[in-house]
């Protein structure tokens, strides 16, 4: 890698429990040059966040310290690397199995490294940053938004993402750890998602197709299938992520 190499910037942004993080790790073990950041790192102290139906409301763009997303991302484009400071709680999270062999993500390592460096040079592999979150594309995130060289997002029903959700046993955050109280998914989780997604689906429907047009305009890659498997996904991922740093360097 050259010394003034720039990363480029991933966001995978979706629903809660839709696979950010575990499709973040993935890609990690695959892509050469890459590290992950989380949207979930910039939450603001737990008493500063606001209330909804009675309970705190981690789901908002409230909840987060937008100044110092942005600061870390200037970071990170500029030094390819994270700053020294930041404290990753998220890290410390378990997600449970990805449901991808360990064959699978060898087969795809070896193929995307051979292809890159035969490509570019084994000095030439451009760093490459994930950030996941579940609020990087509404519209109260453009200064983040477009901050991301690439845009995924994710897409899952209702019903995986509650089960999903309600399997978890919590979160460690700054003061210490968080488990969702009953109701969380339906009070907090499941109508801010809504809220500022929306727009990206025909007919408002998050359950339903993406809007294309919408999507082109802001440069999103949706994922092709509502509840996806995540081998397929990954594959998906790969090939939007290399197609796009094709395109950056042509």
């Given at each position: 890698?050259?010394?003034?190499?720039k990363?480029a910037?991933v966001?995978?942004?979706?629903?809660?429990?839709?696979?950010?993080?575990?499709?973040?790790?993935l890609?990690?073990?695959v892509?050469?040059?890459t590290?992950?950041?989380?949207?979930?790192d910039f939450?603001?102290?737990e008493?500063?966040l606001?209330?909804?139906?009675?309970?705190?409301?981690?789901?908002?763009?409230?909840?987060?310290d937008?100044?110092?997303?942005?600061?870390?991302?200037?970071?990170?484009?500029?030094?390819s690397?994270l700053?020294p400071?930041?404290?990753?709680?998220?890290?410390?999270?378990?997600i449970?199995d990805?449901?991808v062999?360990?064959?699978?993500?060898?087969?795809?390592?070896?193929?995307?490294?051979?292809?890159?460096?035969?490509?570019?040079?084994?000095?030439?592999?451009?760093?490459?940053a994930?950030?996941?979150?579940?609020?990087?594309?509404?519209?109260?995130?453009?200064a983040?938004?477009?901050?991301?060289?690439?845009r995924?997002?994710?897409?899952?029903?209702?019903e995986?993402?509650?089960?999903?959700?309600?399997?978890r046993?919590?979160?460690?955050t700054l003061?210490?750890?968080?488990?969702d109280?009953?109701?969380y998914v339906?009070?907090?989780?499941?109508p801010?998602?809504?809220?500022?997604?929306a727009?990206?689906?025909?007919?408002?429907?998050?359950e339903?197709?993406?809007?294309?047009?919408?999507?082109?305009?802001?440069?999103?890659?949706?994922?092709p299938q509502?509840?996806?498997?995540?081998a397929?996904?990954?594959?998906?991922?790969?090939?939007?992520?290399?197609?796009?740093?094709?395109?950056?360097?042509c």
């Amino acid at each position: 890698m050259t010394a003034s190499a720039k990363a480029a910037i991933v966001g995978i942004s979706g629903c809660s429990s839709s696979g950010k993080t575990t499709l973040s790790r993935l890609l990690r073990d695959v892509l050469p040059n890459t590290f992950i950041l989380h949207e979930d790192d910039f939450y603001r102290p737990e008493e500063q966040l606001p209330m909804k139906n009675g309970l705190r409301d981690w789901d908002c763009v409230e909840a987060l310290d937008i100044d110092a997303m942005l600061r870390t991302l200037d970071f990170v484009h500029e030094n390819s690397a994270l700053p020294p400071d930041l404290d990753s709680k998220e890290d410390q999270n378990e997600i449970g199995d990805s449901g991808v062999s360990s064959s699978l993500i060898e087969e795809l390592r070896s193929s995307v490294r051979q292809q890159i460096t035969k490509d570019r040079g084994v000095d030439n592999v451009k760093p490459i940053a994930i950030i996941d979150g579940f609020l990087l594309y509404g519209n109260k995130m453009e200064a983040v938004r477009t901050k991301l060289d690439i845009r995924l997002l994710l897409r899952v029903g209702y019903e995986k993402a509650k089960s999903r959700r309600e399997r978890r046993s919590g979160y460690v955050t700054l003061e210490g750890f968080w488990e969702d109280p009953p109701g969380y998914v339906d009070k907090i989780v499941w109508p801010n998602y809504v809220q500022d997604h929306a727009f990206l689906f025909k007919g408002g429907d998050v359950e339903a197709e993406p809007d294309c047009n919408v999507l082109k305009s802001l440069d999103i890659q949706a994922q092709p299938q509502l509840d996806g498997d995540m081998a397929e996904i990954l594959r998906w991922a790969i090939d939007v992520i290399k197609d796009k740093l094709d395109e950056s360097i042509c």
